[in-house]
């Protein structure tokens, strides 16, 4: 299959453009495009057979269950058994926006669309493109992100192109996303809401609205195979670099100390080491690794010429005082090191702040809860 690349304006999108993409939606095809959080792979949520061609395009197990997108209150109705109280009170303060909430399915839905669920999640994104692909749809989109089952959500078009070439009918390319990360996902199912994956929106935000919230054990830590996570697609491996990532958990300077000493001791058997650092520690690790290599040991397989300084693949992947630039850039972070073909990745740790749940979410999830405290 041949992709088509679109550019398209990300605050006016080109009503001819979105039309095409459209007219692909209604056909059963499928198109990548931007939304606040991160790229999705779009397909008629109503269609059977575009849902099967977005878990074939994906490579994603069809038990793990889509979201469907819409732009207008009116489309939910028919989506949905019921409408719960609280489920109104989340979306009159958090739609249009990065929260995806999940109800009883109508019949309307197919299963395929749900992973065999009886629930569906559904989402009102604020994104320009999405809103305006959805309209000219005229039905709800199944988007999950537009990766490849397990690597890192795309964050850029080029992300997408990477991941889907070949496999999908078109992308729409609007520019990198502004969030960066998934949306936060609350059930409404139940007695009171559950938080079943933080986002942008975060569990202090919810519990502002709702204090007897709950959030499910998969949302915070690691799911063994003998779990059942609400959220299904928590039981997989996700957002993972293809290196073996640790995090370094602990205060500052104890955490710089300690990820200096694993990624010198790599470094000087040779190995080429991925690290995540802040704009803040980045002039650490300059100093103390830079220039570190095999060639200190004396071994003669070393990388060769400039091996040494190529060895360390130092990425600022933002600010401490600005946890939106953590959020913005940390996909493509994990993605830069398969890139770079890196062996092993130390990354330190981001609690803290609005979005310190959502990034830690990812992250931990991506170094398969591989986390070192000092
Ligand atoms: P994404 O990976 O961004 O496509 O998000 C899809 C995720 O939403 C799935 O992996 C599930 O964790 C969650 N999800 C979708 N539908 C449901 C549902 N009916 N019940 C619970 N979680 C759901
Ligand atoms: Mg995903």
Redesign the pocket.
Known sequence: MKTRFVTIDEKEPQADRIEAAAQIIRDGGLVAFPTE??Y??GGNALDPEASRRIYAAKG?PSD????AHIADFAQLGPLVAEVPEAARILMKTYWPGPM?L??Q?SDLVPKST??G?????VRMPSHPVARALIRAAGVPIA???ANLSGRP?PTRASHVLEDMDGRIDMILDGGEVGIGL??T?I?VTGPEPAL??PGYISEEMIRELFAGMTVDAASIGPVSPDMH??????K?R?YAPKAQMTIVRGEAAAVQQKICALAGEELRAGKKVGLICTQESRPVYENRLKGIGPGEIGRADSCGAGGEEQALDLVTVGSRRDGASIAHNLYDVLRSFDTAGVDVIYSESFEGGQLGGAIMNRLKKAAGYHILDV
């Open positions: 959080t991160v999705g792979l994603r793990n269950p889509l979201i995806t999940i109800f399915k749900t992973g669920l009886d629930t569906v999640a988007a999950p992100s959500s998934e949306s996902i059930d079943l994956r996570p609400k959220a299904p697609g928590m997989y996700h």
